[in-house]
């Protein structure tokens, strides 16, 4: 009779998920996750407005919601947000009402080719 060889299988899914952040954390990068935070837009909302990020984990919120918060007042400085109706030409965001009553959201409608 003969011995069978030993058939050498791939790594288990776990394996690839340790191997995958050793490798990352060993070239330095950082993973980004998405996050849902208020910012304060006195001229679009006296509540704020909710702006969904994608930001390094290491980043504090302090810096994420200032980096925001600068991001959505030049986009209503250069009137790319609609507040309701139809968008024009320029305007690339709209202000949704939030279903929990709280401040509306900022969502991307459609990009602008410049």
């Not at 690839?16 to 954390?25: F, G, I, P």
């Not at 304060?40 to 969904?52: D, E, F, Q, T």
């Not at 980096?67 to 320029?90: C, F, H, K, W």
């Amino acid at each position: 009779m003969q011995k069978r060889k030993k058939v050498k299988r791939g790594a288990s899914a776990k394996q690839k998920v340790a191997k995958r952040q050793a490798k990352r954390a060993a070239s330095g990068t950082v993973a980004h996750t998405s996050r849902e935070i208020v910012v304060r837009a006195p001229a679009l909302s006296r509540k704020g407005v909710r702006v969904n990020v994608n930001a390094p984990s290491n980043a504090t919120d302090d810096s994420v919601a200032a980096e925001a918060e600068y991001n959505v007042r030049a986009m209503d400085d250069n009137a790319q947000i609609s507040r309701g109706g139809t968008l024009q030409p320029s305007e690339t965001h709209a202000l949704e009402a939030a279903d929990d009553g709280g401040p509306p959201r900022v969502v991307r409608k459609r990009f602008s080719a410049i």
